[in-house]
């Protein structure tokens, strides 16, 4: 089974601009989560779909939006592009069988520089 | 909140010494515990995790965690370090449908 993957892997942009990062999960996974890591911050969590649906959402401004599609890929937006938003930015895919939370499989992220 | 912690932001062992990485997660209900590592411009790969069946866990690449309910901890070990063990290792715990991890703690192998 293909793992996680995401597009692109590395990306440069200027501030001011908007950029979207996708994320095909592992086949049958229905739940995508994002998360943003960097230095200073570690990982930290930015929002869950599952079945198109944002089911959990970290503290993150509104500038940073997700949605997933109906074969649960999922994209992820970020408007207005910041110095700070410079990150390795994971998605991770789970199958969510149960209803709870279960092992995440991650990407090998997509790493964003902004200039 | 819920949170999870890492003793030790670095740790440095030498090749074919014990490792032992420290999680301890705050909570009243045995959840869900998890170990990733990430190699350099990496994503997380799964080491292992606990979900009750068995309070010694054994993941890959010989790491083992022992989940202990009294000290709310989750600590990892390796017998034997390797210079390929050298990664940043994480430790999760899930609430429910949250997902929450560590700051990580970096190991390094000395030759």
């Known amino acids: 089974k293909a793992g996680v993957t995401q597009t692109p892997r590395y990306l440069i942009k200027t501030r001011g601009q908007q950029v979207t990062l996708s994320c095909s999960p592992i086949?049958?996974?229905?739940?995508v989560s994002w998360y943003q890591q960097t230095p200073g911050q570690g990982l930290q969590f930015l929002f869950e779909y599952f079945s198109e649906t944002q089911r959990n959402k970290g503290n993150f401004p509104g500038r940073f939006s997700g949605r997933q599609f109906s074969n649960s890929r999922s994209e992820m937006n970020v408007s207005t592009l910041e110095l700070g938003d410079s990150a390795l930015y994971l998605c991770?895919?789970?199958?969510?069988?149960?209803?709870?939370?279960?092992?995440?499989?991650f990407g090998p992220g997509t790493r964003l520089l902004v200039l | 909140a819920q949170s999870v912690t890492q003793l030790g932001s670095h740790v440095s062992v030498s090749e074919g010494a014990l490792v032992l990485l420290r999680c301890n997660y705050s909570s009243s209900v045995p959840p869900y515990l998890f170990w990733y590592v990430q190699y350099p411009n990496q994503g997380l790969q799964l080491l292992l995790k606990y979900t009750s069946a068995a309070t010694l866990v054994k993941g890959i690449n010989g790491f083992e965690a022992e989940f202990k309910k009294s000290e709310t901890s989750f600590h990892l070990t390796k017998p034997s370090a390797h210079m390929s063990d050298a990664a940043e290792y994480f430790c999760?715990?899930?609430?429910?449908?949250?997902?929450?991890f560590g700051p990580g703690t970096r190991l390094s192998v000395l030759p």
């Open positions: 086949s049958g996974h229905r739940s």
């Open positions: 991770a895919s789970s199958l969510d069988a149960t209803g709870d939370q279960e092992t995440q499989y």
């Open positions: 999760a715990v899930t609430y429910g449908q949250n997902f929450v």
